[in-house]
């Protein structure tokens, strides 16, 4: 096999296309590693301090397609510093010397100044994708440089990113000869835009399959826009709230009715429950629906959801209250992916464990779940592990920490203990409520899939941390909150840091010498010490940040975060 010809090999690595087997492929020989770092096209980087831009372009200098992830997830609970990190600039400066033919970039997490956006429009004459997931630093007037100088753009998602409005100009500087655009989503952007623009735009761009509008986007503006794109396969609403005629409901009724290849529903910034039957033409079409942002009640789910029996995946507040869960496990028999987020993260919930346990038996496919909620019971979460084997991800956030079984006052040990048994591919575990080490050593001797651990306020002792590290292999990602673990917990996983994506430590028991040791013993693990207070001398670490790199210690570390 490694004396094939380098052109027949390639054109058979043409048919790998997965990140993971392009990996198992270059690990066979010599031969093939050079092969396939020649062919390969397409590349995704789960920590942008894992590897240099140069690394990169030296082992692939034919990438076309690049994803790229910089600060964890925690940066979303303000857990990071304001100016950590995870910038775009170097990458940029760097790709456009060497990488002309780029054609898609998807970022997550990243800072992303107007500077990139401008060399990115300029540097790159095939460029076709943008997405940028939960990014900052950037504009409008960025915005404007893509839409004016990227001829042949098909995908601008500006997902959940923190954008600074310098005026609604950047949707007309897209020129009129524009016709290319399968995708726009500007659903987080917190201004005004030119509606006229973006009339004209829709119309022109008849391959536009997804559009998603931010809340200043009106009912009417919304019923326009759909008059010019009934191919639409995803859509985001507007505002839908505000006052209309009734030929005007009509009309925008007659228009939602009229997209037929509609499958995927989100926005509903400040719902009016009024308009909502408006939707139930459509609802047996539905597969995708997103009401994360519509603070609606129960009874207006439970009629929404009886006109959608083919919802695959469904986005909630917990304003829906049990009973509206209940008639989602009713009506919604092939739901796969739940996800109910709280109004208020502070305050008392409005579901319980009765919700999650409806549709865990009315739902048998469900296989990922992300449910926050005010109390929850071992019983409630066994039921679920049983009723539902197939579940990959299971996120639960009893919104009190530390919160035992409501009605036995037990640790919440047996509930995760019988996720991890019933569910032989769970790949994804967050931990909530009163847990002792007892659960985490289900989790060692059970949880050998799992992927990614969160933890927070949770176990008695550093033997919990050490069961989790010993008893699971394929761990990547190990996120740890306000525990009680110390330096023999984090010196315990030596064997296993270099081979995850990264761990991170903050509000537990670890300490300078104990991070310090961690560093010395594994130099090829950049150990980042995040301080709260740099004049501080306490030996103990607030925020402990460690990961794998290539590259060594970063150049661009804020202050208040040591490299160790």
């Known amino acids: 096999m490694t004396s094939f010809p380098d052109e027949v090999l390639e054109y058979v690595l043409k048919f790998i296309t997965t990140h993971k087997d392009r990996n198992a492929v270059s690990l066979v020989c010599k031969a093939w590693y050079s092969v396939e770092g020649w062919n390969r096209q397409s590349v995704f980087i789960g920590n942008c301090y894992a590897v240099s831009p140069e690394i990169l372009i030296n082992r692939f200098p034919r990438i076309k397609t690049m994803t790229l992830k910089g600060r964890p997830r925690f940066a979303d609970f303000n857990l990071f510093p304001q100016d950590w990190g995870a910038y775009l600039h170097p990458w940029v400066v760097t790709m456009a010397a060497r990488y002309p033919w780029l054609e898609e970039l998807r970022l997550k997490r990243m800072t992303v100044s107007d500077e990139c956006l401008v060399m990115l429009a300029h540097a790159f004459p095939n460029f076709r994708v943008l997405v940028l997931t939960s990014c900052d630093g950037f504009s409008t007037d960025g915005l404007a440089a893509i839409a004016g100088h990227c001829r042949h753009l098909t995908v601008l998602d500006l997902q959940e990113s923190d954008i600074e409005n310098r005026g609604g100009h950047w949707l007309s500087c897209f020129p009129e000869t524009c016709t290319s655009l399968v995708c726009l989503n500007f659903a987080c952007l917190n201004s005004v835009v030119d509606f006229d623009a973006l009339e004209k735009l829709v119309e022109r761009c008849t391959s536009l399959k997804s559009l998603k509008l931010n809340k200043g986007v009106s009912l009417e503006q919304l019923q326009r826009l759909l008059v010019r794109a009934p191919q639409l396969c995803d859509l985001g609403t507007g505002s839908y709230s505000q006052q209309l005629k009734w030929t005007q409901y009509a009309e925008l009724q007659t228009a939602i009715t009229n997209c037929k290849d509609l499958r995927s529903l989100s926005g509903f910034w400040d719902v009016a429950p009024v308009f909502v039957p408006s939707l139930y033409p459509i609802g047996r079409n539905l597969t995708t629906l997103n009401l994360s942002y519509a603070t609606i009640r129960g009874n207006v789910l439970m009629k929404l959801v009886s006109h959608c029996p083919n919802l695959k995946r469904l986005w909630v507040q917990d304003f829906v209250e049990d009973k509206g869960l209940q008639a989602v496990g009713m009506n919604c028999k092939e739901l796969q992916e739940l996800r109910v987020f709280p109004v208020d993260p502070l305050g008392h919930g409005y579901v319980t464990e009765i919700g999650l346990v409806a549709i865990s038996e ?62 032989k591919d769970l790949r994804r575990l967050a931990l909530s409520g009163l847990l002792t080490d007892k659960a985490f050593e289900y989790i060692g001797l059970y949880g050998k899939r799992l992927q990614t651990l969160s933890v927070a306020f949770a176990g008695d002792s550093d033997l919990a941390m050490q069961y989790v590290l010993n008893g699971c292999p394929n761990l990547r990602k190990l996120e740890i909150r306000d525990s009680p673990f110390g330096d023999a917990a984090l010196l315990s996983g030596l064997h296993r840091y270099e081979s995850m994506r990264f761990l991170w430590m903050s509000a537990c028991n670890i300490t300078l010498i104990g991070c310090g040791w961690l560093a010395n013993q594994l130099p090829r693990l950049n150990v980042e010490v995040i301080k709260e207070n740099e004049n501080s001398r306490d030996l103990t670490i607030e925020k402990l940040y460690a990961y794998r790199s290539v590259a060594g210690p970063r150049s661009d570390a804020p202050h208040c975060v040591v490299t160790l």
């Open 362 to 423: 009315g739902c048998p496919n469900l296989s990922s779940v992300l449910y926050f909620c005010r109390q929850c019971t071992n019983a409630a979460i066994i039921a679920v592990a049983k009723n539902c084997p197939n579940l990959t991800r299971f996120r639960l956030c009893i919104i009190t920490p530390q919160r035992p079984d409501h009605e036995t006052g037990e640790p919440m040990d047996e509930a995760f203990g019988a996720i991890v048994k019933h569910c």
